[in-house]
Structure formats: C-alpha cells, structure tokens
C-alpha cells in the first residue's frame, strides 16, 4: 500500500507523522512526505507516487486540505475530489473548531476522533459524515543513539527512576486566560455575560463538556426552540472559551505546585505570565519543540498533565510521559479511567479539588520505592497498547476496508 503523509505543519503533528512513517515503512508500506513548505515540487512527486487503488492520504488536522496551491483551491480539495484518493484524517482538536473545513471534505473522507464525545458531536451535528472512528494519540519512547528500533526499547534503555535529575515537570504552553477577553470586543454585554457566566460554570464544573453545558444554560435562556443549526453556530463561536477554560487549569496546576515549595520545570511559551506566589519555584525552559520534551520527559520522575477539553479521551502527553519511564500525574477522563489504575501504573487527581494535587505529589515524593513500581507500570502498560506502532496497525486495518 501507498501512503501519503504530510511535513512542515503544526510542529507536533509533523512528528506523529514521521513516528506513522517509521512504522508504516517498517510494515512494508510506500510512504511519501508531502512538503507543504514546498508544494509545488512535492506535488510532482505526489502524481508520480499515487497508484489510484492502492494510495491512502493521511493526516493531522485537515493537511493538504487547506490553502495548498497545488491540493486546493482555498478551502475546497480539488486534487483529492479529483483523484478520490481516501482521505483519512485525524482531528487532535474538538470538532468545533472545523466547521469550515466540514463544507468542504472530499468524497473518499474518514474522520478519526481522539475522544469519544467528538464522535457524539459528529452524529449530532454533522451525520453526513463519517466520523464513527475512535482512536487515541500516542506516545514515542526516546531512542538517544542505542540504534534500536522502537518495538525493541525496553526498560533498559530508560534512566533509573531514583537517578533522574528532575522531580516534575510540565511540557505545554501557557496563555493568559485573561488575554482571551479581546475576542469579546464588540459583542453586547449581555453575550459577554453569558459567556463569563459559562466559564465559571465551567470551572466550577469540570467534569462538563463544554458543549453539553453551553447547550443546557442556553436552552435555560431560549427554551426548546432552540434548533441544533442555531447550537451547532454557537458552539463554533466558542471556541476561545475551550481555550481559555484549559489554560485556566493549567496554570492553576503548575501554580499549585510551585506556592506549595516544590521547584517544577515547564517546557512552553508564556510562564512569565502566570500569577502564582512563588515564581522562583518555576524553572522556564521557553518553548521547545517535541523532541526536546521528550528528553525532558525521559529526565523526570513526574511528568504533570493536564488534560484538554478531552472528557472520554486521552493525550499523549500521558504515554509520552509513561514511556520514557515518568509518572504520569494525571487529571481524569473517562478514556484514562479504562485504561490505567491510580496508584498502580498512573496518579490522578481531580480538577474540582486541584488544591489536592500537591497532596499526591507530595505522596510521590515521600513514597520513592511505591513510586518507581509506579513508572514501571505505567511503561509496560503503554508499551502494550499506545504506540505509534499500535497506531499504524490500527490504521492498516481501516485503510485496508475502504
């Protein structure tokens, strides 16, 4: 089979696609890197490429379908329309965030979703879809220089949990939630109102999509003639809000840890921004691209996370941090709950009580040797089923019924 990836994107993405890479040439696929820095010569080879038959496009976030001189016409995929090469293409992001895009998919289009309640979504607001397809993100153990391929890293090739130099870190951006205001700029008040009162809710309540919440207080205000044509333009105006909602609790959780005395590291942009008591316990590391919180990861006795708007999904900030022999100390969803156990291979805590996260830490701290149980765990649980070449094998397989 033909496999067709893409390259200079969304800097994450662009290693997914190069982990999926690794793994599909190692299963014995064709593959070929798309580079969207420079279409027009990545796209004569593209037409040599194709076999029409036996050629899948996969991707991250809609690439190569948007604003591609060669792939597209603005928004509209004239090449994939053309060739009606499959299209495969996994959306990290919830769904609201693409309405846009939505108008304009190709007709060999499959979505996959990284949580369960965008599947929901999908059914609800946009069944013409295909969109029924659950997958998770995953994590890469770090290789360094031993040569070994990735199905052949073991806990051997990771540093001693007690010999790691680093407590907790942190790997993710920080914004401001407040920066946020300016897209309100315009609007009445009583629609920036509304939208302050749906981030307190929301912060009070966590456990809430916030879609699932926007829809119930708006039918508190408008009743049952509320259609899902009008939710479904709302939810795509409130994006900002799934925005700022996270880096609210992000910031909360790295703030707790350090006010509570500990040093934590942070790998990200926009610390120096964050309001906490004690500063000088954050070390800031700027931003840094994958590779580089990989390493750092892999430095660490705990990796902190916490979660996107993701309630029935997970992150891969999670298996990163698992297979590169960290704990993971973890907020909650349903997707997390399935698959690891707090205490035996993951440590949760609960955003509606985040003042509690310094006490399971501090446990982690003062337990080394429950904790090294801990990370060895969490490493053989997802060394079992959450890397990327679990993912290509999974993909193999829906690649091979269309």
Known sequence: MK???????????????FE?????????????????????????????????????????????????????????PVWLKKTGIPYY???????YYYH???????????????????IRYMKRYFPHIDSDHYMELAGTQLSADSGKMQWELSTDDLIPYEKRPDDIIF????????SYEKFLKGCDQPVIDFYHSLFRELRENPDETL??????????????????????????????LDLQIRHQFRGQAVAAIA??????????AGYEDLPCKHPENIINKGNVNSLKCLEAIAQA???????????????????????????????????????????????????????????????????PAEAKDIALAGYEEAKKAHTWQHRAVELEKMFKLA
């Open 259 to 268: 006010d509570a005395g500990y040093k934590i590291t942070v790998y990200g």
């Open 301 to 367: 006795r705990v990796s902190l996370n916490v979660m996107p708007w993701f309630k029935d999904g997970a992150h891969d900030r999670v298996f990163n941090t698992m297979l590169n022999g960290a704990i993971s100390l973890s907020d909650h969803s349903r997707a997390l709950d399935d698959y690891f156990v707090d205490g035996k291979n993951i440590v949760f805590y609960d955003l509606k009580n985040i003042d509690k996260l310094v006490e399971r830490y501090a446990w982690i701290m003062d337990h």
């Open 20 to 76: 999926l890479a690794y793994a599909f040439e190692n299963m014995g696929h064709e593959v070929y890197i798309y580079d969207c820095n420079e279409p027009f010569m990545s796209f004569s080879k593209l037409e040599n490429f194709v076999e029409p038959g036996n050629t899948v496009v996969f991707a991250f976030n809609f690439n190569g379908m948007i604003n591609d001189p060669c792939l597209c016409k603005g928004r509209d």
């Open 3 to 17: 496999i067709v990836l893409f390259k200079n994107t969304v800097e994450s993405q662009e290693f997914f696609s």
């Open 211 to 240: 879609e699932d919440h926007a829809e119930k207080r708006i039918r508190e205000v408008f009743g049952d003639k509320v259609t899902d044509e009008y939710l479904r333009d709302c939810f795509e105006n409130m994006i900002f």
């Open 171 to 178: 790997t993710g951006n920080y914004i401001l939630p407040e």
């Open 89 to 95: 293409n996994m959306i990290v992001d919830h769904p």
């Open 100 to 118: 846009q895009e939505f108008l304009h998919i190709p007709p060999q289009y499959v979505q996959i979703c990284i949580d369960r309640n965008h």
